[in-house]
Each structure stands twice: as structure tokens, then as C-alpha cells.
């Protein structure tokens, strides 16, 4: 009863720390800091203006992307993502600058990829950079939760030097630079976007299990949008950025009890990461860190790639279903 009781009061003390860190970051308005991106009807800012749903039905899917531009900072979201059947959905929460950089750009991508009913929703974050898309980054995960029941904060804290994912305030990725990157590490201003799209051809076991629009509309659910950063004159073309205003909230690294944390995710949680795929790299990238407790648990997961992965490109910003490939 002991244990019990100690269990139930750590896990009371996380969700209040996670609520509670939710609630302090300098959250805007949709008005404030976003534009729609795509979408129609399919984009509803709700009544207190902090909200927005964005749907994906038979018609379209929908998006909005952020009025400025940014270098460096830190970008959050908590979402609730669709429930039931969602094979073939893909919900977008990432920064770009493909608009500008059609050749060379940047990405920072969270990815979640639905699934057929009684199975989990997947997640998957990315890196690109200076138009690296044949050398995607990925990693894949599963989760602690059911991200259709609540909201959850999801956030990219993104310096000179590194990129950090989060899944309410636990790091689950850490993306530092070397110097044998060179350009590949994101360093150009990007804008932050946030999707709803058909991804059928690709998102569940490869293109197996496509969305089935009996079960639209798709309703992802956006709130406490956080934009955090340095934002820069679109017309100006500076690769360095004056440090952002400094807030209580907004993290500025990995603590050392949060990466004790990151090491549980990974190797209890992570189902694929690039740098363990023997199928794809004969030799890892040089900026990777092996771990030998990750590489166990991919190697259960999948004992031939350590976790396969499907490479894709350009999917974003289709505004209808026709128009849907991958």
C-alpha cells in the first residue's frame, strides 16, 4: 500500500509539473502569432482564440503556419490528436523554410502517423538540413499514453548547437552539431507549421492500410501555442540571431534528472532511429552516438534493420485529397 501510495503521488506530481509548465510558458493567440495555411472551413480557431482544430476530411486537410520567420528558439503545442481508425492520417507539428529555400532548406518535424483501430498512434521526429532529404535523420516512437484521449505538450527547443524534442517536458531526442555536419544542421530562419493531411501512401506499414473516410472527419486539436525565438526580417538574409527574451518556463537544455529520463524513453520507447538501420548505413553517420541498450531493444523490435523506415519528401502542404501524394 506503501509503494502504491508513493507511485500514485509521483505520478500526481508529474502531471501537475507538466500542467503547470504548460500554463507558465508565454502561450499566444492564434491571432497573435499564426496565419492559416491551407484548409478552408477545415481550420476553426475556437471561441478564446488560444485553440484551433484543424480536419481533414474527404474534401481537404488543413494548416496553419506561423506570421514570422524565426532563428533559433523554443516552439510547443499541446495537441490531442484523432481517436478510432486513423490509418493513412498524418499530423504535422514541425519548422520549415522550404517556401524560401526550395533547394537547400532546413526541417525540425514532429510526425505522428495513425493507425487501424486497437492499434497505437506512432511518432516520428526528423532533421533535415541545407536540403539533406536522402540523408533523413528519422527516429520512430512509440508512447506512455493514448495521445487521442488528452492533450499533450510537444515542443523543439533549437540553438546554435543542438535540438532537443519533448513530449511533456521529458526530452526524448537530442540532436547536437558536429563538425563533420557541415551544413546539414538546421541554421537558416524557419517558420513553424502545424498539419492535418492523407499521407495513405505511406504513414501505416508502408501504404497497407489507407484512411478510410467513413470515419471522418479527423479532428487534431491545437492549444498553448508557444513561439519563443528570435524573429528575423525575411529580407535579411543573418544566420546568427540576438538571444530571444529570457523566460522562467522555457528550458534552455537538458537537466541532469531529465536525461535519466530521455534514456528511459529511448530505450523502453523508440522503435526506429537511423543511426542503428545496418539495412541502410553499413557505417553509422559520423554525428551518431551509439548506445548499446538502445541498440538491444531495436534489435528485438527488428532484428534485421534494428527498425525500418520510410523515406519521404515534399508531403505537407497538399490542399486537398487529390492532390495527397507523398
Same mark, same amino acid.
Given at each position: 500500500?506503501?509503494?502504491?501510495?508513493?507511485?500514485?503521488?509521483?505520478?500526481?506530481?508529474?502531471?501537475?509539473?507538466?500542467?503547470?509548465?504548460?500554463?507558465?510558458?508565454?502561450?499566444?493567440?492564434?491571432?497573435?502569432?499564426?496565419?492559416?495555411?491551407?484548409?478552408?472551413?477545415?481550420?476553426?480557431?475556437?471561441?478564446?482564440?488560444?485553440?484551433?482544430?484543424?480536419?481533414?476530411?474527404?474534401?481537404?486537410?488543413?494548416? &496553419?503556419?506561423?506570421?514570422?520567420?524565426?532563428?533559433?528558439?523554443? &516552439?510547443?503545442?499541446?495537441?490531442?490528436?484523432?481517436?478510432?481508425?486513423?490509418?493513412?492520417?498524418?499530423?504535422?507539428?514541425?519548422?520549415?523554410?522550404?517556401?524560401?529555400?526550395? $533547394?537547400?532548406?532546413?526541417?525540425?518535424?514532429?510526425?505522428?502517423? *495513425?493507425?487501424?483501430?486497437?492499434?497505437?498512434?506512432?511518432?516520428?521526429?526528423?532533421?533535415?538540413?541545407?536540403?539533406?532529404?536522402?540523408?533523413?535523420?528519422?527516429?520512430?516512437?512509440?508512447?506512455?499514453?493514448?495521445? =487521442?484521449?488528452?492533450?499533450?505538450?510537444?515542443?523543439?527547443?533549437?540553438?546554435?548547437?543542438?535540438?532537443?524534442?519533448?513530449?511533456?517536458?521529458?526530452?526524448?531526442?537530442?540532436?547536437?552539431?558536429?563538425?563533420?555536419? *557541415? *551544413?546539414?544542421?538546421?541554421? $537558416?530562419?524557419?517558420?513553424?507549421?502545424?498539419?492535418?493531411?492523407?499521407?495513405?501512401?505511406?504513414?501505416?506499414?508502408?501504404?497497407?492500410?489507407?484512411?478510410?473516410?467513413?470515419?471522418?472527419?479527423?479532428? %487534431?486539436?491545437?492549444?498553448?501555442?508557444?513561439?519563443?525565438?528570435?524573429?528575423?526580417?525575411?529580407?535579411?538574409? %543573418?544566420?546568427?540571431?540576438?538571444? %530571444?527574451?529570457?523566460?522562467?518556463?522555457?528550458?534552455?537544455?537538458?537537466?541532469?534528472?531529465?536525461?535519466?529520463?530521455?534514456?528511459?524513453?529511448?530505450?523502453?520507447?523508440?522503435?526506429? =532511429?537511423?543511426?542503428?538501420?545496418?539495412?541502410?548505413?553499413?557505417?553509422?553517420?559520423?554525428?551518431?552516438?551509439?548506445? %548499446?541498450?538502445?541498440?538491444?531493444?531495436?534489435?528485438?523490435?527488428?532484428?534485421?534493420?534494428?527498425?525500418?523506415?520510410?523515406?519521404?519528401?515534399? $508531403?505537407?502542404?497538399?490542399?486537398?485529397?487529390?492532390?495527397?501524394? =507523398?
Amino acid at each position: 500500500m506503501v509503494n502504491f501510495h508513493l507511485g500514485f503521488f509521483a505520478l500526481t506530481t508529474f502531471i501537475v509539473l507538466v500542467c503547470g509548465a504548460s500554463k507558465n510558458l508565454p502561450i499566444l493567440s492564434f491571432d497573435e502569432g499564426y496565419s492559416q495555411l491551407f484548409g478552408d472551413d477545415n481550420l476553426m480557431v475556437i471561441k478564446d482564440g488560444k485553440s484551433v482544430h484543424l480536419t481533414l476530411d474527404e474534401r481537404t486537410g488543413s494548416g &496553419f503556419v506561423s506570421q514570422d520567420i524565426y532563428s533559433q528558439g523554443f &516552439f510547443s503545442a499541446s495537441i490531442k490528436l484523432p481517436a478510432d481508425y486513423t490509418a493513412g492520417v498524418v499530423v504535422a507539428f514541425y519548422m520549415s523554410n522550404g517556401e524560401m529555400f526550395q $533547394k537547400n532548406h532546413d526541417e525540425v518535424d514532429f510526425e505522428f502517423l *495513425g493507425n487501424i483501430r486497437g492499434k497505437d498512434w506512432r511518432m516520428q521526429t526528423n532533421i533535415y538540413g541545407n536540403g539533406s532529404t536522402n540523408a533523413g535523420r528519422e527516429e520512430r516512437y512509440g508512447l506512455w499514453f493514448d495521445p =487521442s484521449e488528452d492533450f499533450h505538450q510537444y515542443s523543439i527547443l533549437w540553438t546554435e548547437d543542438q535540438i532537443i524534442f519533448y513530449v511533456d517536458n521529458v526530452p526524448i531526442r537530442e540532436f547536437e552539431r558536429t563538425a563533420t555536419m *557541415g *551544413g546539414d544542421f538546421p541554421s $537558416k530562419p524557419m517558420s513553424l507549421y502545424a498539419t492535418i493531411w492523407d499521407g495513405s501512401d505511406w504513414a501505416t506499414n508502408g501504404g497497407k492500410f489507407r484512411i478510410n473516410y467513413k470515419y471522418a472527419p479527423y479532428i %487534431a486539436k491545437f492549444s498553448d501555442l508557444v513561439l519563443h525565438g528570435c524573429a528575423v526580417d525575411p529580407t535579411e538574409q %543573418a544566420t546568427k540571431c540576438d538571444i %530571444a527574451p529570457k523566460h522562467d518556463s522555457i528550458p534552455t537544455g537538458i537537466t541532469p534528472e531529465q536525461r535519466i529520463r530521455m534514456q528511459n524513453f529511448r530505450k523502453k520507447h523508440m522503435q526506429y =532511429s537511423y543511426c542503428y538501420d545496418r539495412a541502410r548505413y553499413t557505417v553509422p553517420p559520423a554525428e551518431c552516438v551509439l548506445d %548499446a541498450e538502445e541498440a538491444e531493444g531495436l534489435r528485438a523490435f527488428d532484428p534485421v534493420t534494428f527498425g525500418g523506415a520510410h523515406r519521404h519528401r515534399g $508531403k505537407r502542404h497538399h490542399r486537398s485529397r487529390s492532390s495527397s501524394s =507523398s
